[in-house]
């Protein structure tokens, strides 16, 4: 997920709009056999740069699951053979979406298990930043994770949850700890920090920024300060949130948010970059990158 509140987009609401698909969960046939060389072409410069880039720099729950799924260079992967795989595995399987759908078609998806993924793959002028999750965000970014249970479990939890949250009318406190984990999260290994978020695993350019610039802050993962931190959501992060493991997000999913939407009712929201005297601060950042930046599109 790139994009926060989907708007008027090049493939997903826009095609809902003008007409709404043909299925009530937004789900198309991936048809992979249509998919056109130049289509292939441009998944394999993406997957072949971002292979050299992240060994030392995914987590190892991230590289055992791309071993384990067939997902390579040379083509797009076909959603079904990833979903046997998935199926046996976690439980899960992958359906192909134009792009971003509504909310509740997201989480209701989530929560049964099914990772909507988008079916376009970015045009070639758009490789290093595209404005809602194609078909190389979704499948090289999240689909290795869906391999861990821990993730796995999180992620159909969050479906449940965000189905709650929207009844609640609480969603973008939600939306956070889903952006700072499953998106833009950090977790701490014995080598150092390992990306396992989305967002960063399927970007060229964020890949090295998150881990080895030194504007970004990374501040260990707090619940109810996450929930009410701000993230932008057209440019790289100015804080990513670190966990000790992965498995620290089953703890998260059982927890009540309830009594936690309550609480945080009214009080006042933390900019992307600021440091709380509370924060376990890991890395603190210089904030060089985003000084010159306006603060845009923070959510
Ligand atoms: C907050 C909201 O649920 C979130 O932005 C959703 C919206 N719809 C989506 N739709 C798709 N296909 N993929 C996504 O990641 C999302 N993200
Ligand atoms: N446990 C949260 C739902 C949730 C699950 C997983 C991740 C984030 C949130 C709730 O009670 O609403
Ligand atoms: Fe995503």
């Known amino acids: 997920m790139q994009a926060q509140a989907p708007t008027q987009t090049r493939h997903g609401l826009a095609a ?11 789900t198309i046939p991936q048809d992979w056999a249509r998919y056109t060389a130049t289509e292939h072409a441009v998944w394999k410069t993406l997957f072949e740069r971002q ?5 030392g720099r995914a987590c190892d729950a991230f590289v055992q699951g791309m071993r384990d799924l067939p997902i390579g260079p040379e083509q797009i992967p076909d959603f079904e053979r990833l979903s046997e795989i998935l199926m046996a595995r976690t439980g899960w ?6 792009g971003l759908v509504p909310d509740e078609v997201f989480f209701e998806h989530l929560a049964n298990r099914r990772f909507p993924a988008g079916h376009f793959i970015r045009q070639p002028h758009e490789l290093d930043y595209l404005e809602e999750p194609d078909v190389f965000h979704d499948v090289f970014g999240h689909v290795p994770m869906l391999m861990n249970p821990a993730i796995a479990d999180y992620i159909q939890a969050y479906g449940v949850g965000g189905l709650r949250a929207q009844q609640l009318g609480v969603l973008d406190k939600l939306a956070r700890v889903y952006w700072y984990t499953v998106e ?3 977790v701490q290994q014995a080598e150092g920090l390992r990306i396992y978020g989305a967002g960063i695993a399927s970007s060229y350019t964020e890949t090295v920024f998150a881990l080895d610039d030194p504007s970004p802050n990374r501040i260990a993962f707090d619940l109810e300060r996450v929930m009410r931190t701000r993230y932008r959501i057209d440019d790289f992060q100015e804080s990513y949130f670190v966990i000790d493991d992965l498995d620290q997000l089953l703890e998260l999913a059982r927890i009540d948010f309830a009594p936690l939407y309550a609480r945080t009712q009214g009080q006042a929201e933390h900019a992307p970059g600021s440091v709380l005297a ?7 950042g210089t904030g060089t990158y985003h000084a010159a930046k306006n603060a845009k599109n923070l959510v």
């Not at 292979?51 to 060994?55: A, D, K, M, T």
Request: net charge positive; charged share 25%.
């Open 16 to 26: 809902g709009e003008a007409g709404r698909p043909a299925r009530a969960d937004w």
């Open 51 to 55: 292979s050299r880039l992240l060994p």
């Open 93 to 98: 399987q992958v359906v192909a979406v134009p």
């Open 184 to 186: 833009f999260g950090l």
């Open 278 to 284: 509370s924060d376990r601060v890991l890395v603190r």
